[in-house]
């Protein structure tokens, strides 16, 4: 895809990552490795540079993006910590966990990052070379998946440039991301309460928001779709589809040829590159079992299934 930027692949060493950090200070845009996926960073306190996030993507203006931190102390900044809010902070950061807080007015962050909502998502990511890029660049970044939106999440720098390439300025190449599903987000309520906004690989005593009410503005029905139709809970396959398998029901690419679950969600999402890749016309899922990070592969296929409006 050709467009008025010429896509650089950047590597992880000290120096390169400097370089990544002075592209963000400078307004632009640089996807980066996490343990989730992909992400595209722009520094979160700079209208311009959020700006070009929702050009790059053509991400609809409504759907707010989720700010990531190198510290607690730059977290607390941009949001109230509630003794609630503290105590997941302390189990589960750096890690793939959002927390949706009520904002601080004085934080200093682009009026997009929230897309005018009372709220802020934040997360402090664990991958090295995305916690390099903070520590050096000391800013608060922004940062979706690096995928055009709607589509199919990335998890390799190959996917990044399949979606992205001409639209932004560099792509740091970090390998395949450990996870590979985005983190969980949980929003805090005043009173204490927490609500899953979307699953994730955190799982947590907490209860799950209804579909009716869609407080993620993100999570829309239709989401990761890999342009063509997708079955799910496939006991068999037919000549005209692509198979993503799992366990005994081996595909044209297997998510776990054992049944590992954590397996299964690290490859999800190149799977369903694969499959949008191939020939055939249509994809089958087999069948993931409704547990642990299975609820969240589950998540994910039911909108990869759901056609766009
Ligand atoms: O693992 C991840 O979370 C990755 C990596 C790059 O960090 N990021 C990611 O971002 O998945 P994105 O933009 O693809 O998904 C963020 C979701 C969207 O559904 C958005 O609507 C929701 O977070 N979100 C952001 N701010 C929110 C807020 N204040 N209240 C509720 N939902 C929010
Ligand atoms: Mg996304």
């Known amino acids: 895809?050709?467009?008025?930027?010429?896509t650089e692949t950047i590597g992880t060493d000290a120096h390169e990552i400097t370089r990544a950090a002075q592209i963000l200070r400078d307004g632009g845009l640089v996807a980066v490795p996490t343990e989730t996926v992909y992400g595209l960073a722009a520094r979160?306190?700079?209208?311009?540079?959020v700006s070009r996030i929702y050009g790059a993507k053509g991400r609809p203006d409504f759907n707010p993006l989720i700010v990531h931190v190198a510290s607690l102390e730059l977290a607390r900044k941009l949001a109230d910590f509630s003794d609630v809010a503290e105590k997941l902070a302390a189990e589960h950061w750096p890690g793939p966990l959002t927390l949706v807080l009520p904002r601080r007015r004085d934080a200093g962050l682009a009026e997009a990052v929230t897309a005018g909502l009372e709220t802020v998502a934040i997360r402090m990511p664990s991958h090295a070379v995305m916690r390099a890029l903070l520590e050096n660049s000391g800013l608060p970044i922004a940062a979706p998946s690096a995928n055009r939106s709607g589509f199919i999440s990335p998890t390799s720098t190959a996917h990044v440039l399949a979606s992205l390439d001409g639209r932004?300025?560099?792509v740091i190449?970090?390998?395949?991301?450990?996870?590979g599903l985005e983190s969980t987000i949980a929003a805090v309520r005043a009173d204490g309460y927490v609500v899953v906004l979307r699953p994730g690989p955190i799982l947590l005593a907490a209860s799950a928001a209804d579909g009716k009410n869609i407080e993620a503005p993100g999570q829309l029905a239709s989401h990761y779709a890999p342009g063509k139709p997708v079955r799910l809970m496939a006991s068999e396959?037919?000549?005209d589809e692509f198979l993503i398998?799992?366990?005994?029901?081996?595909?044209?690419?297997?998510l776990s040829d054992n049944g590992d679950l954590t397996e299964a969600a690290s490859r999800l999402y190149a799977c369903l590159h694969e499959g949008a890749l191939s020939a055939k016309?249509?994809?089958?899922?087999?069948?993931?079992p409704e547990v642990g990070v299975g609820i969240a592969i589950n998540d994910r296929l039911r909108r990869a299934a759901t056609p766009p409006d």
């Open 1 to 6: 895809m050709s467009g008025k930027y010429v």
């Open 44 to 49: 979160a306190d700079n209208d311009e540079a």
């Open 168 to 170: 932004i300025d560099a």
């Open 173 to 179: 190449d970090g390998g395949v991301c450990e996870q």
């Open 237 to 239: 396959v037919a000549p």
């Open 245 to 254: 398998g799992f366990g005994d029901l081996a595909g044209d690419c297997s």
């Open 281 to 288: 016309p249509r994809i089958a899922v087999a069948a993931i």
